[in-house]
């Protein structure tokens, strides 16, 4: 499933908003990159991130949505780079990688948020070019990062990450199976990680994400249903304590916004 168009040349499709304004010595200041940051829960974070005065590296597959983010961040007299990628393809993971290591040399903050929801089926419905698809983004890719950005997060004097699992494995539920076996090896993947960063200045924890308004929330819940949740900038905020210098917690699974507390927001037919 790999896209010519965001993951050939990866260096040549950077873009770079307000960079000749970066006064400041950039090793001064905390990088910091968000995955699936063209929308939704991704964009709030990274558009929250960017106000607190972090540059942010920001990738995903839709250029429009990087660009409105980069937009935003402009307005406000901010600066970040914009990398539109599919993260299904590993070398183009890589090269991002490499990217960020030639560009700032560390890594103070990581957001795995990109995911997909894959097939609402019974197993009997999902094939394996489904599954593969839905694992790909949701574990593989988060592989590749973590593989790819470990020195950088090592090398920060507070390196952070937090990577976004569901609250649905709270309360597992029927026809959800790629969906909730990805998060379930994401959330093992992580705590194995955290272990491997004990007793360094990095920290990693898995955040459980309750039901937030997104696209992915769209396809899942009734449009009366979605006025009764959250929206992505009003969750935002809590993230940043858990990516601040400052949190010394590592190894954990952190409920936000639990899924029971909207268990009566009516579903699609």
Known sequence: MN??????NLKNQVIGVQEQKMTTD???RRIALVTGASRGMGFAIAKRLAMEGVHVVATARNKDGLDMLG???????????LVPLDLSDSEGINELCQLIDNKFGK???LVGNAGILGP???FHGVTLRMWEEVFAVNVTANFHLIKGLDKLLRKSSAGRAVFISSGILTDIKPSFGAYIASKSALEGMILSYAGELAGTLAKVNVVRLGVVVTDMARSIFSKEGLEKLPKPDEVSGEFLRYLSPDNILNGEIIDIFPLKSVEHIAKRS
């Open 71 to 81: 937009e935003i961040i402009q307005r406000n007299g901010e600066d970040c780079t």
């Open 26 to 28: 950039i090793n001064n």
């Open 107 to 109: 890594l103070d903050i």
């Open 120 to 122: 609402l089926s019974p």
């Open 3 to 8: 896209s010519p168009e965001l993951c050939s």
